[in-house]
T-cell receptor, first 113, second 112 residues
Framework: RKEVEQDPGPFNVPEGATVAFNCTYS??????FFWYRQDCRKEPKLLMS???SGNEDGRFTAQLNRASQYISLLIRDSKLSDSATYLC??????????????FGKGTHLIIQP | NAGVTQTPKFRILKIGQSMTLQCTQD?????MYWYRQDPGMGLKLIYY???????DKGEVPNGYNVSRSTTEDFPLRLELAAPSQTSVYFC???????????FGNGTRLTVT
């Protein structure tokens, strides 16, 4: 099993719809989880951290399922501007330095008018 | 406050040439990182530094060297460019552990 796995997509979703995608991770010792957003040919930017109890930021909801070792991202009322690649990022252990981060390959989302 | 600045934005190298990718940050961050991203792939860590004078290898260090003489600057050196080093290179920094990464705009390098 790869360290971090994501469905590459693309997910083609009509504007206004709800879309969700998951990311599975293999290291049960992983402690921190993040979703980054990357627009075409640009640098990744932090979308949100993922907390154990789940967390919400506007239209975005992130969930963590430790038992099944996956995190999820839900986007409600999708906008054209949500079109991007969403990167799942997981720490390899308990350390907090970014040298311990593993990046998924990303899920490509296309919101269609 | 410019954040993380990378130069150049684009570069084409011939096989065997050398170059230095520049990265500087004005946020006084101790931790700095170099990643490469190949098409359709996740970011891979090349080298990182937890402070001036301290550097360490990441997952894919072969063919690269770094130095960290100041807190602000973290240049990445390619000594003998190879086609396998064609990629997009991102520099990033964080103020401390568990902080989100601040990325530069990237350098797109082609080796032919």
């Amino acid at each position: 099993r790869k360290e971090v796995e994501q469905d590459p997509g693309p997910f083609n979703v009509p504007e206004g719809a709800t879309v969700a995608f998951n990311c599975t991770y293999s290291n049960s010792a992983s402690q921190s989880f993040f979703w980054y957003r990357q627009d075409c040919r640009k640098e990744p930017k932090l979308l949100m951290s993922v907390y154990s109890s789940g967390n919400e930021d506007g239209r975005f909801t992130a969930q963590l399922n430790r038992a099944s070792q996956y995190i999820s991202l839900l986007i409600r009322d999708s906008k054209l501007s949500d079109s991007a690649t969403y990167l799942c990022v997981v720490t390899r252990g308990t350390g907090g330095g970014a040298d311990g981060l593993t990046f998924g390959k990303g899920t490509h989302l296309i919101i269609q008018p | 406050n410019a954040g993380v600045t990378q130069t150049p934005k684009f570069r084409i190298l011939k096989i065997g040439q050398s170059m230095t990718l520049q990265c500087t940050q004005d946020m006084n961050h101790n931790y700095m990182y170099w990643y490469r991203q190949d098409p359709g792939m996740g970011l891979k860590l090349i080298y990182y530094s937890v402070g001036a004078g301290i550097t360490d290898k990441g997952e894919v260090p072969n063919g690269y060297n770094v130095s960290r003489s100041t807190t602000e600057d973290f240049p990445l050196r390619l000594e003998l460019a190879a086609p396998s080093q064609t990629s997009v290179y991102f520099c990033a920094s964080i103020p401390g552990p568990y902080s989100p990464l601040h990325f530069g705009n990237g350098t797109r390098l082609t080796v032919t």
